[in-house]
């Protein structure tokens, strides 16, 4: 054989090799997709239900926790009750703790896999940046779009198996728990065993995961929350935690990651499981520390407030008032208040301030969200029905499309104030994570979807209304 001849075969071996292995890469990827996706289907079963009526009128319904689990659950039923000569499938697709980029993001998946008539749309409220993120922020640059890849991901649960079993072996077993630099690695596996259903596996990792950095901690919290707040795991995990800040805080109360980590934990300890004492302490030692945080001053009038301890609870807000006057948290936290005990006039003198404080507009990445999804929905024929949170004003929302003469926006300030004249916040509310509103009650969310589903009913063509003795009308009428 000529020496060409054995280069060219050289060669050629070469070229098998990688053509080999860049197709054994593509098919295990192939394959890790495909389960995700077999395993995501599953966990969607509830709303596949939505598919099982072909003559429906299909809705679904967009948004953060504020629309996942909360007012989609009633408004079917209300749908249907207030209507003949249509069925309505409501199809629940909020999702708790995101902002409008992955709504958007998401859209095109969801419309292909439920398609919907229209679109209920509440979102904006976490662009914010409200709430602690509930996932790692993305990497940036080309390592972006490697860790993209679910084998990519598989390749450091591989490597973290073998670092454990290296671990045990040459550290005599020591926890894993004090391996602090890798954290992302044990949040990752913790997010993957919760998918699969392991909450035991999953909650242990999370804990293992938490560092004195703020992100590990409120990323693995808000997680061990989604898989049920009160489980036995949950629990297992807020009460280590507990006693993991606690420790650092004595032994570092300086430390900035550490005291936030701690106030995080004391928040989600009043806001999740209503933990009142627990969650006062909490704020009490954070004011020891920091006797100017308004925040703290806030949340410690909370808890009085909720344990019915209204003088104390009065005495802190007015305290968060005196070192920051124009905050539009303690202005609407001291609304509420004045809900709270009846003094209707002091409340809404308290909210108008707080109205007055922040500009009556959204943040240009909501803005430009909610036109990319008004126009996905154009494309698609798919009618777009804008809904603004409760008690807040639907003019902002109604500016973000100023061109659009047939958009249909939901009103729901002037309902909830009108309930709350009559009704205590917390019969409305469970919290005020936004500042002027915040999660429903049952009783919330039910009035939410009634008016929702009334804005639908005269919206959509061709429905014949039952006569209910309500507001509710036909399009058109007067």
């Not at 005495?315 to 539009?328: E, S």
């Not at 798919?382 to 008690?391: A, G, K, T």
């Not at 936004?434 to 919206?459: K, Q, S, V």
Request: glycine share 6%.
């Amino acid at each position: 054989m000529s020496r060409s001849g054995i280069q060219t075969t050289l060669t050629q071996k070469v070229l098998l090799i990688a053509f080999g292995t860049i197709l054994a890469f593509f098919l295990l990827e192939a394959g890790l997709q495909i389960a995700s996706f077999i395993l995501y289907s599953f966990q969607d079963s509830e709303n596949s239900r939505a598919l099982t009526d072909k003559n429906a009128y299909r809705v679904m319904c967009i948004g953060e926790s504020t629309t996942q689990g909360q007012y989609p659950v009633y408004l079917e039923e209300i749908l249907n009750r207030n209507s003949r000569g249509i069925h309505f499938s409501v199809v629940d697709k909020g999702v708790g703790g995101t902002d409008s980029r992955f709504i958007l993001a998401a859209l095109e998946d969801n419309i292909r896999r439920y398609r919907p008539q229209m679109v209920v749309a509440m979102i904006g409220v976490n662009d914010g940046g409200i709430h602690m993120p509930s996932q790692v922020p993305a990497s940036s640059g080309s390592m972006a779009g490697v860790k993209a890849f679910r084998l990519y991901k598989l390749f450091r649960l591989l490597c973290l198996h073998l670092k454990c079993k290296w671990g045990e072996s040459v550290q005599n077993k020591m926890t894993l728990v004090q391996d602090r630099s890798d954290w992302e690695w044990y949040f990752e596996l913790g997010r993957l065993l919760s998918n699969f259903g392991e909450k035991s596996l999953s909650t242990e990792a999370f804990r293992k995961a938490c560092t004195p950095d703020v992100r590990s901690f409120s990323a693995c919290f808000s997680l061990v929350l989604r898989q049920g707040s009160h489980s036995k795991e949950s629990l297992a995990f807020i009460e280590n935690a507990g006693k993991i800040l606690t420790k650092r805080l004595k032994a570092s109360p300086y430390d900035h990651d550490i005291r936030e980590n701690y106030f995080d934990f004391g928040r989600r300890r009043l806001t999740f499981y209503r933990a009142y004492d627990d969650a006062a302490q909490v704020f009490k030692n954070i004011i020891v520390l920091d006797p100017r945080r308004v925040e703290a001053y806030l949340l410690l009038g909370k808890c009085y407030e909720l344990q019915g301890k209204f003088t104390l609870a009065k005495t802190m807000f007015n305290k968060a008032l005196r070192l920051d006057g124009r905050n539009v948290w303690v202005l609407n936290y001291l609304s509420i208040y004045y809900h709270e005990i009846g003094k209707h006039d002091l409340a809404e003198k308290y909210a108008q301030v707080a109205r007055e404080s922040v500009p009556l507009s959204y943040l240009p990445m909501t803005v430009q969200n909610y036109r990319r999804i008004k126009d996905v929905l154009e494309r698609h024929k798919i009618r777009l029905l804008c809904v603004q949170y409760p008690l807040r004003s639907v003019s902002p929302l109604k500016k973000i499309f100023p061109e659009m003469k047939d958009m249909v926006f939901v009103d729901n300030e002037q309902v909830f104030k009108k309930a709350l004249m009559s009704k205590k916040y917390s019969v409305l509310f469970t919290d005020v994570f936004a500042g002027d509103f915040g999660h429903c009650t049952p009783l919330g969310n039910r009035l939410l979807a009634e008016n929702i589903a009334e804005n639908i009913l005269n919206n959509v063509p061709d429905i014949q209304v039952k006569s209910t003795g309500s507001t509710i009308k036909r399009e058109g009428t007067q």
